[in-house]
């Protein structure tokens, strides 16, 4: 019943993270929703499947600003997997979640529970995969499913076949999850073959709360002019079996000890690029409104990986080259009259590299160390105009691993190397885990920013915050 609720009713998930909560209609589809998912673990619990999950507080503040409240996430994880005699397995993965403040503009509101106490419903993976379909070697995977390449700690430049979620910034490397078709060719335990198909784009999510001001630059006009009133469009593509789709192949091997991997996509870049502004005059002392237009460009992206160790040291690398198929110019307008020389280019049609470099070690006394240096992060498009990234991870266990303490957590961001005193970002997270219980964790820590410059991180400066962290898993 589980089985063809996921497979069948998918698009009921998606209405009902999409529903006005103050429906009754939305209420009654999360409450079956609910009891299909209870129903479905009973019956999990009888056929002896995996059913397991974790729940999540995650509470942050400022440290400035008289603590202001900057982040409040409770989140329910419930993941179910089922195998059918070594032939097949279904596995889906859900977050139902109370996210965000209450944002209440008038006493009626008042009266809506799902105002004042926001929630949504998330379907992340929810897939089935056939072992040995049409050939003892070939195993297909259909659905909605997350599909990692790479080698590196949550920094993946080859990692393209899923948008990026950046709902929450500071959580590296989180995707959301694609519907599509999965096949792995194995020639051997050492050798295969990968290719993906994925019918629908998605645009990456954007941060929300404190953090959306780091990857939304802030539009200049030059003085005396000022922004009035600004709106903004965006153009998507169009959904169609190629229009939209998303392909990629990818070659894996092991040899002497260490993972390889080759890789090919074609695809979208998930953030949408400025493609045009149309200014309109208002008043006389300079004031205009704009109207801003967006869209996605299609892009080659060849990728190649490794991963390893040598002397209990392990070792990992990745690069991609990021070819796009045309010039993108982000072109302006007064008043319908074109401004050739404020024309801007955003991402030239040549290719250019981002990639990581890391190793990480275990020391006798318990400590572990995690080093990595990255060159382009996701929003750094084109050639020359990728950032230097070290990030930087050290932890030592206390009272057999009940206690961990992480004081050097965070990197130091290079923007020009020939003025680094003007051009630079530093964020340090440290924090104390603790660990009363088996599978539980209680986490204290900070989010510190300070720089100089233009990049991605200097946006966070005068947000930094304390947080606490309380996750249990079943």
């Given amino acids: 019943m589980l089985f063809i609720f996921f497979f069948f009713k998918q698009k009921t998930a998606y209405e009902i993270y999409q529903c006005d909560w103050s429906s009754d209609v939305c209420s009654s589809d999360l409450f079956i929703f609910l009891i299909i998912m209870i129903s479905g673990s009973v019956k999990a619990q009888e056929n002896k499947v995996k059913f397991s999950g974790n729940i999540l507080t995650d509470e942050r ?14 989140r329910l994880n419930l993941k179910l997997e089922a195998k059918f005699k070594n032939r097949a397995k279904f596995y ?33 993976e929810a897939y089935v995969e056939f072992y040995g379909l049409l050939s003892k070697n070939l195993d297909v995977k259909i659905g909605k499913q997350r599909i990692a390449w790479g080698t590196a700690d949550k920094l993946n430049p080859t990692d393209n076949l899923n948008p990026y979620d950046r709902e929450d910034i500071m959580d590296f490397g989180r995707h959301n999850g694609s519907i599509g078709i999965n096949a792995i060719y194995y020639f051997s335990s050492d050798f295969s073959l990968q290719a993906v198909y994925i019918p629908l784009f998605q645009p990456a999510t954007m941060p929300i709360g404190v953090f959306a001001v780091a990857l939304t630059p802030e539009m200049q006009l030059p003085p005396p002019a000022y922004i009035v009133s600004a709106s903004d469009s965006l153009v998507m593509p169009v959904f169609g079996l190629t229009q939209s789709a998303t392909t990629g192949a990818r070659f894996k091997a092991f040899l002497g000890g260490f993972d390889f991997s080759i890789s090919y996509v074609y695809g979208f870049d998930g953030l949408a690029a400025p493609l045009h502004n149309s200014i309109t005059p208002v008043n006389l002392e300079g004031g205009v409104n704009v109207r801003a237009t967006t869209g996605f460009y299609r892009q080659s992206i060849f990728g190649a990986d490794f991963a390893g160790s040598i002397g209990g040291v392990g070792i990992w690398g990745e690069a991609a080259g990021f070819l796009p198929d045309r010039k993108v110019v982000m072109t302006n307008d007064i008043a ?24 990480d070690y275990t020391f006798r006394d318990g400590s572990y160390i995690n080093f990595q240096y990255l060159h382009g992060f996701i929003n750094e498009r084109g050639r020359g105009n990728q950032n230097d990234y070290f990030m930087l991870g050290y932890n030592k266990t206390f009272f057999e691993d009940k206690l961990k303490i992480e004081p050097l957590t965070g990197g130091f961001v290079v923007s020009d190397w020939n003025d680094i005193s003007n051009n630079y970002a530093v964020i340090w997270a440290p924090s104390i885990i603790y660990k009363p219980v088996d599978n539980a964790e209680i986490q204290l820590g900070a ?14 400066i ?3 915050m304390g947080f606490l962290k309380v996750k249990y898993s079943f």
């Fill in 447 to 460: 989010y510190v920013f300070t720089g100089k410059g233009d990049n991605l991180f200097n946006n966070l």
């Fill in 92 to 124: 889906t993965e859900v977050w139902l979640r109370n996210l965000g403040l209450p944002k209440i503009a008038s006493a009626s509101e008042l009266y809506n529970k799902d105002i004042v106490d926001p929630y949504n419903l998330s379907v992340r």
């Fill in 61 to 74: 503040f400022l440290l400035k600003d008289q603590g202001l409240w900057a982040w409040n996430e409770n």
């Fill in 336 to 359: 319908g009259q074109p401004l050739p020389e404020m024309d801007s280019l955003i991402v030239d049609n040549e290719l250019y590299l981002k990639f990581v470099l890391g190793m």
């Fill in 462 to 464: 005068g947000y930094d």
